[in-house]
């Protein structure tokens, strides 16, 4: 079994970047598909990004595409999701979620989650 702690969370301006962390212990992470998602208040958790067991595999939601990258470094354990162009529309918690087998896209796919931290982009 997998432990999942996120970092990096945090108050930014509009137009601004973060870099989220997540972290394993317990199983090395090398072994398991890693996405992110988020929750903002009153609504659904969202798909944002899911990388396979190598940087070779990455889906990105629609939301996201084009601003947020998904990353991994099996040697480090961890893997990095990079939000650039932030909007007050990204505030949500943002957590990650790992899975053995396959690249997935809804929640309900992902055995293992964080606990989430908190993105906060004002206007």
């Known amino acids: 079994q997998v432990q999942l702690v996120e970092s990096g969370g945090g108050l930014v301006q509009a137009g601004g970047s973060l870099r989220l962390s997540c972290a394993a212990s317990?199983?090395?992470?090398?072994?398991?598909?890693v996405g992110w998602f988020r929750r903002a208040p009153g609504k659904e958790r969202e798909f944002l990004a899911v990388?396979?067991?190598?940087?070779?595999?990455?889906a990105y939601g629609d939301s996201v595409k084009g601003r947020f990258t998904i990353s991994r470094d099996n040697a480090k354990n961890t893997v990095a999701l990079q939000l650039n162009s932030l909007e007050p529309e990204d505030t949500a918690v943002y957590y990650c979620?790992?899975?053995?087998?396959?690249?997935?896209?809804?929640?309900?796919?992902?055995?293992?989650w964080g606990q989430g931290t908190q993105v906060t982009v004002s206007s």
């Open positions: 317990g199983r090395t992470l090398s072994t398991y598909h």
């Open positions: 990388v396979g067991l190598t940087n070779g595999r990455r």
């Open positions: 979620a790992a899975r053995s087998v396959g690249i997935s896209w809804p929640p309900r796919a992902y055995d293992y």
